[in-house]
């Protein structure tokens, strides 16, 4: 795990060298982004707004055939991914307010009674082992989750922080719906105020990304998703080298004694 964290470093230094970047590259990575982190986060929990279909509804245009929620769900994920950058700006620490908030933004027009809101009843994740903590012990997890946070995670490496964010926050469970999408906007707040890019787990990962969360919350073993956010972290710079130029340089070079 050192030697993937040390690679996703120097990944990091690499892009750090051509920061400030030009506003014409940032505009046209940011535009990707919030439509590439928009439709895989949406497909994963069942959206079926195809990837040209939610670039149309992120422009205002309704989709013939497809659900009003599904329309909403791309434009609340666009205002939360926007939150998101507002909260990187400020550098925000993570908050029960903070996760209610984005979590409000997630369920806007589509549960309002619900949004922001501790869930009051029992839930079971379908497909998976773990079962969430009752009703009952959600405010006190959620406060134990906070204490954690302060108390401990800012010794993690980002990409184990954020990791762990994502993990121990999904595996509460506390709302009764849209925790997934609010674990990954949480997840990518974590990595971003360590300047790295938004990792975005895309929907063809969706069994491995299951399998590994289950894994750490039946076990305790976080090595699987690690591994899988770390792959994610490293093709998230992809984009960057594209725009600036320097795809080829930065395969060819190979810290830490990588092999071609």
């Given at each position: 795990?050192?030697?993937r964290f040390a690679r996703?470093?120097?990944?990091k230094?690499?892009?750090d060298q051509?920061?400030?970047?030009s506003?014409?590259?940032?505009?046209?990575?940011?535009?990707?982004?919030?439509?590439?982190?928009?439709?895989?986060?949406?497909?994963i929990?069942?959206?079926?707004?195809?990837?040209k279909?939610?670039?149309?509804a992120?422009?205002?245009?309704?989709?013939?055939?497809k659900t009003?929620r599904?329309?909403?769900?791309?434009?609340?994920?666009?205002?939360?991914?926007?939150?998101?950058?507002?909260?990187?700006?400020?550098n925000?620490p993570l908050?029960?307010?903070l996760?209610?908030?984005?979590?409000q933004?997630?369920?806007?027009?589509i549960?309002d009674?619900n949004?922001g809101?501790?869930?009051?009843?029992?839930?079971?994740i379908?497909g998976?082992?773990?079962?969430?903590?009752?009703a009952?012990?959600?405010?006190?997890?959620?406060?134990?989750?906070i204490?954690?946070y302060?108390?401990?995670?800012?010794?993690?490496h980002p990409?184990?922080r954020?990791?762990?964010?994502h993990?121990?926050?999904?595996?509460?469970?506390?709302?009764?719906?849209?925790?997934?999408?609010t674990?990954?906007?949480l997840?990518?707040l974590?990595?971003?105020k360590?300047g790295?890019?938004?990792?975005?787990?895309?929907?063809d990962?969706r069994?491995?990304?299951?399998?590994?969360?289950d894994?750490a919350h039946?076990s305790g073993?976080?090595d699987?998703?690690i591994d899988?956010?770390?792959d994610?972290?490293?093709?998230?710079?992809?984009?960057?080298w594209?725009a600036?130029?320097?795809?080829?340089?930065?395969?060819?070079?190979?810290?830490f004694?990588e092999?071609?």
């Amino acid at each position: 795990m050192p030697k993937r964290f040390a690679r996703l470093d120097w990944l990091k230094e690499q892009l750090d060298q051509h920061r400030p970047l030009s506003r014409h590259v940032v505009s046209n990575l940011h535009e990707s982004l919030v439509l590439q982190w928009t439709y895989h986060s949406n497909a994963i929990e069942g959206n079926t707004l195809t990837l040209k279909e939610t670039k149309v509804a992120l422009e205002g245009i309704t989709v013939g055939g497809k659900t009003l929620r599904e329309h909403f769900e791309v434009i609340n994920h666009r205002e939360a991914i926007l939150m998101v950058e507002d909260l990187v700006a400020q550098n925000e620490p993570l908050s029960e307010w903070l996760i209610k908030s984005l979590h409000q933004l997630v369920l806007k027009n589509i549960d309002d009674e619900n949004a922001g809101v501790y869930r009051q009843v029992n839930v079971m994740i379908s497909g998976a082992e773990h079962r969430p903590p009752e009703a009952y012990m959600v405010a006190q997890a959620m406060n134990d989750f906070i204490t954690w946070y302060r108390n401990e995670a800012g010794a993690l490496h980002p990409v184990e922080r954020a990791a762990r964010v994502h993990g121990e926050f999904v595996k509460i469970h506390p709302f009764v719906d849209g925790n997934g999408r609010t674990s990954r906007l949480l997840m990518n707040l974590e990595l971003m105020k360590s300047g790295f890019p938004a990792a975005l787990i895309q929907v063809d990962q969706r069994l491995a990304y299951y399998e590994a969360l289950d894994t750490a919350h039946c076990s305790g073993d976080y090595d699987p998703f690690i591994d899988l956010l770390s792959d994610t972290v490293q093709r998230s710079f992809e984009p960057y080298w594209w725009a600036l130029g320097l795809t080829e340089k930065i395969h060819n070079d190979r810290p830490f004694g990588e092999k071609p």
